[in-house]
């Protein structure tokens, strides 16, 4: 199914007047507060945020999954998902892929349907925490830290396999994610799991091309309960450090401990240009997968004050850095679930933008809390949902995505076309 122009008209025509109204105040009331509106808008629209092929299709739990029907069963369907979401938001021009889920067996194919999509394929994701039905050794005991050097050798075999497949469809990321760690307290010599998952990782930024770049994710536990190979920033860190200047932190915002300041995280890897980007989800216990800014949207915002910050501090363009979801739906629809997301995502982004930078350095210079306090809280409590909906009318997006989603019978028409009983691949 895919989404016309006349469809968006459609959906955009009765709403226009309001709209306007809206926008016209909130537009004199961020100028008068000497925000360049032209230059945010245009911002806004560059900004695009990757989805991932694996969180299109209901998720589920260990406990059970309820799917809702319609959902995509191959590569090809998923990308016209995706391509759907961005007709919608004109914010989610990205497909990351996470193999042997999705195997683009024909890349000429796969690189001419994104074409026709608008859509470009962001970083490509390995899988050596499942066991997959062809493979020769088990990662039961770990994959890049297993202590029997033919797993470690097939799991960077996997890797490189991954990155020649991500190489054909033109994106230049390989992310990594390991489940590596133990259960139970003595199970693995630690520095001996640590130094073997270096190795690993070396033998697999040697064989990937000049100008490809690994990111690194951390978790500090599950499945893996008792310790993690990479519980942390800072293990990662250590490990991108050692590997060399294309290996970088990726920052998953569901893989921390509860109450750590994510925003701390993200301002040291940005100073020390190792920041690789995130996996976009929010959380309220663990890796909760849930809604970005479901939950916790100050935090959201205060990780986009550091990177707007920082990145200006730089010079350097938002885009060098990836922008991903990685959340699983198991109770929404997982279309209206990313509309969501991506939509949280911008808002932030938006709200980041407005922040009133020199009076909040004012306040901090001069030890000023109550006044540093205001200067975020004054942007973080200004309604930019105009802004956001004006972003959209410029690039021929819905005004709203996800009313524009109702009123089309998306899932209706998805499930009409593909069935009632569809598993996604995923998680
Ligand atoms: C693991 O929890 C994770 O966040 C990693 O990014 C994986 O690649 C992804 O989920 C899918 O399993
Ligand atoms: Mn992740
Ligand atoms: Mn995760």
Not at 64 to 77: D, K, S, T, Y
Not at 87 to 107: E, M, Q
Not at 165 to 172: D, F, I, W
Not at 229 to 234: A, E, K, L, T, Y
């Amino acid at each position: 199914m895919q989404i016309t122009k006349e469809q968006l008209q459609q959906h955009n025509e009765p709403q226009l007047k309001k709209h306007q109204a809206q926008w016209t105040a909130l537009r004199q009331q961020l100028e008068e507060r000497g925000v360049d509106v032209a230059s945010t808008l245009q911002q806004l629209r560059q900004f695009q945020v990757a989805i991932p092929s694996w969180a299109l299709g209901t998720g589920g739990t260990r406990f059970g999954r309820f799917p809702i029907g319609g959902a995509p069963l191959n590569l090809e369907e998923k990308m016209m998902d995706i391509g759907m979401l961005h007709a919608l938001n004109r914010s989610s021009g990205a497909i990351s892929l996470h193999i042997p889920w999705d195997i683009p067996d024909n890349a000429a194919h796969i690189r001419a349907l994104a074409t026709e999509l608008d859509l470009r394929f962001d970083a490509v994701n390995s899988n050596t925490f499942q066991d997959q039905p062809d493979q020769q050794r088990s990662y039961r005991f770990g994959s890049l830290c297993h202590t029997d050097k033919e797993v470690r050798r097939q799991a960077v075999e996997h890797n490189l396999e991954v990155v020649r497949y991500g190489a054909e469809l033109g994106t230049n990321v390989l992310s990594v994610w390991l489940s590596d760690g133990s259960n139970f307290p003595g199970q693995y010599h630690m520095q001996g799991a640590l130094q073997r998952t270096l190795e690993s990782l070396q033998s697999i930024y040697a064989g990937m091309p000049d100008d490809f770049l690994l990111f690194l994710e951390y978790k500090p536990f599950e499945p893996a309960f008792y310790a993690t190979v990479i519980p942390d920033w800072g293990t990662s860190f250590l490990l991108v450090n050692k590997l060399g200047d294309r290996a970088r932190t990726l920052v998953d915002l569901g893989h921390h401990l509860p109450n750590t300041n994510i925003e701390q995280i993200v301002s040291t890897l940005l100073a020390e240009d190792r920041l690789a980007g995130f996996h976009f989800n929010d959380s309220k216990f663990a890796d909760d997968d849930l809604t970005t800014g479901s939950i916790k949207p100050y935090q959201l915002f205060l990780i986009f004050y550091e990177l707007v910050d920082g990145m200006r501090r730089k010079q350097r363009p938002m885009q060098d850095l990836g922008w991903m979801i990685d959340a699983s739906h198991n109770i929404k629809d997982p279309l209206e679930d990313l509309l969501q997301s991506v939509d949280a995502i911008l808002l932030a982004y938006a709200q980041a933008l407005i922040v009133d930078t020199p009076g909040l350095q004012q306040a901090q210079e001069e030890n000023d809390p109550v006044l540093a306090q205001e200067a975020l809280q004054d942007a973080f409590r200004t309604d930019l949902r105009p802004l956001l909906a004006e972003a959209r009318l410029q690039d021929g997006a819905a005004l709203s995505p996800i009313h524009c989603y109702r009123e089309l019978q998306v899932r209706k028409n998805l499930i009409a076309a593909r069935g009632e009983k569809t598993i996604a691949t995923g998680l």
